[in-house]
Structures are given as C-alpha cells and as structure tokens.
Nanobody, 124 residues
Framework: QVQLVESGGGLVQAGGSLRLSCAASGRTFSSAYMGWFRQAPGKERVFVAAISRNSTRLYYPDSVKGRFTISRDDAKNTVYLQMNSLKPEDTAVYYC?????????????????WGQGTQVTVSS
C-alpha cells in the first residue's frame, strides 16, 4: 500500500507560480513511478506529468510543457510539481498518483494509488 497526501494548492493570479508536493508513505516510494493529474469542474481527469522511478524519464502533455516541471526526492518520499506561468485554464483539483507496474504511464488506469487532491485556482 502507498498513501499519498498532496499539499501546496491555493489561489494565484495568472502568470504566477505554485509548487505542489505529494508526500508518500507505506510501500517503498522509490519503486513507484509517479504522476500528476488534474480535474476541472464538469470535466474528465487528465494527465499533467509523470516521472519514472529513477527520474530519467519525464512526460508532459503539450498543454503544460515548458511551464510545469515534475521532480522527485526519494530520500524524502516526495514528488513535486512546479507550476509556472499559470493560466486560468490550469484551474482544477490536482491529484498525485503512484504506479507500481513496470515502466511508466500517462494514463490514469495504470496508476494504483491516488491522493485526495489539492485545489489550484488561477484568477485572471
């Protein structure tokens, strides 16, 4: 089992920055690939970023590429999402997820554990 707790969400003006954190406990964190997803009101949950076990592979959709950066600190059992140049369309609940299968994934069905989410609101 892996327990995930997100933090760092809040209200920010367009063009601003936020850093989300996701603290993991339970099963060995370093054996999991990690991802961030977001869900806006009335919309489906979508992929935001993923990082492999050894941090050598990073994936982003075009919508956040160049603005968001995912990283992990295995010593602290924590994964981060640095979000810069935020836009109102980035407003959503952001979820941290962990996957314990082989490889790495960008689709939510391949993640095994989820956090409770943290709200990010970007005002125009």
């Amino acid at each position: 089992q892996v327990q995930l707790v997100e933090s760092g969400g809040g209200l920010v003006q367009a063009g601003g920055s936020l850093r989300l954190s996701c603290a993991a406990s339970g099963r060995t964190f370093s054996s999991a690939y990690m991802g961030w997803f977001r869900q806006a009101p009335g919309k489906e949950r979508v992929f935001v970023a993923a990082i492999s076990r050894n941090s050598t592979r990073l994936y982003y959709p075009d919508s956040v590429k160049g603005r968001f950066t995912i990283s992990r600190d295995d010593a602290k059992n924590t994964v981060y999402l640095q979000m810069n140049s935020l836009k109102p369309e980035d407003t959503a609940v952001y979820y941290c997820a962990a996957g314990v299968r082989s490889g790495i994934a960008t689709m939510s069905q391949y993640y095994d554990y989820w956090g409770q989410g943290t709200q990010v609101t970007v005002s125009s």
